[in-house]
């Protein structure tokens, strides 16, 4: 769903509890409920259908996916449930096995622990997690607290909408399908640990709405985001996939979404707007942080992020729009 339908369905629905840290009024990756002074439970869920065809490595990559939420606010995993729609028709048993598998593998990597799950027969299949995580109340970390004069840091790069749609079309070489599995596979938990190191003043990780969508909604009333484009790292085969309109749905509501909300600046490239609205899968934390310590946090996660994580840009004052591109 795109980020205007789900605006407009969530719109009448606000709960209200003075033990609600994080609610869903302010589209933040997970919600936050108090227990007590010292503890607060960080819930999310996520589910998506196949990415690629091995049953194992699909299920890492939904796990890793769903469980990104959860270290984005900063918090650790604790336990998962697992949301399965499986399509019996279709696929073997012993499929569901490897996907289950896979995830599972996923959620141990981090310290968690699998407690069950619900299965139903589906006519397409879909893999995710409900996931429960733990943190302190004052070590939250919102999306929407960035700071004029922190730098933007983003930890993957930008293009699996593209590359998985071109794999379903037998478009994508498997050396680039591997490497594509590789970065949707690895978990953002280590990055979000060594984050809580430095002066971080905003996170958030950039999924279905795209760097564009995910960067408006941590703008504030004080901020807009200076994104430069040539800084933003992509995987360069998605280039011509995108120049012969393999473009997902998804990546094609979101910029139609975000042409009044951002302003493009100078010769951009031509496939930049496409490329910075593209529908991730499992991507990568967009962090707001202090100038000296992102270059300090880019070296310590470099070989995490397989090289790719980067300085893209600014947050800077509230400008005539809310994203500006050059």
Do not use: W
Not at 238 to 255: C, E, F, H, Y
């Amino acid at each position: 769903m795109g980020p205007e339908d789900l605006k407009h369905t969530l719109c009448n629905l606000s709960p209200s509890d003075e033990k609600i840290l994080v609610g869903f009024d302010t589209a933040e990756d997970a919600s936050v409920y108090q227990i007590n002074e010292d503890q607060a439970i960080v819930q999310t869920l996520d589910f998506i259908t196949p990415v690629v065809d091995d049953p194992f490595i699909y299920g890492k990559i939904a796990a890793a996916n769903a469980l990104s939420d959860i270290f984005a606010m900063g918090a650790d995993v604790k336990t998962a449930l697992n949301i399965v729609g499986f399509d019996k028709k279709n696929l073997p048993t012993d499929a569901l096995g490897e996907i289950l598998k896979g995830g599972n593998e996923k959620i141990k990597e981090c310290g968690g622990l699998l407690l069950g799950g619900h299965t139903i027969e589906s006519p397409e299949m879909y893999y995710g997690l409900s996931v429960t995580g733990i943190i302190h109340p004052n070590d939250i970390v919102r999306n929407n607290t960035s700071k004029v004069g922190h730098v933007l840091v983003l930890t993957k790069p930008l293009g699996m909408g593209i590359l998985t749609t071109g794999i379903k079309r037998d478009l994508v070489e498997l050396k680039v399908m591997k490497h594509c599995a590789d970065i949707m596979a690895s978990l953002n938990y280590l990055p979000s640990k060594i984050m809580k190191k430095y002066d971080v003043s905003s996170c958030t990780d950039v999924t279905g709405f795209g760097l564009l969508g995910h960067s408006l909604e941590s703008v504030n009333e004080l901020t807009s985001f200076l994104i430069k484009c040539s800084q933003v790292p992509i995987i360069s085969e998605t280039i011509a996939l995108s120049d012969d309109k393999v473009i997902p749905g998804g990546t094609r509501k979101n910029m139609k979404y975000m042409e009044d909300k951002v302003s493009y600046i100078g010769d951009l490239p031509h496939y930049a707007k496409t490329l910075l609205c593209d529908a991730q899968t499992s991507g990568g934390l967009l962090i707001a942080m202090d100038a000296a310590d992102a270059k300090e946090y880019i070296k310590e996660v470099e070989d995490l992020t397989l090289g790719y994580a980067a300085i893209i840009g600014e947050v800077i004052p509230k400008g005539e729009k809310d994203i500006i591109v050059h």
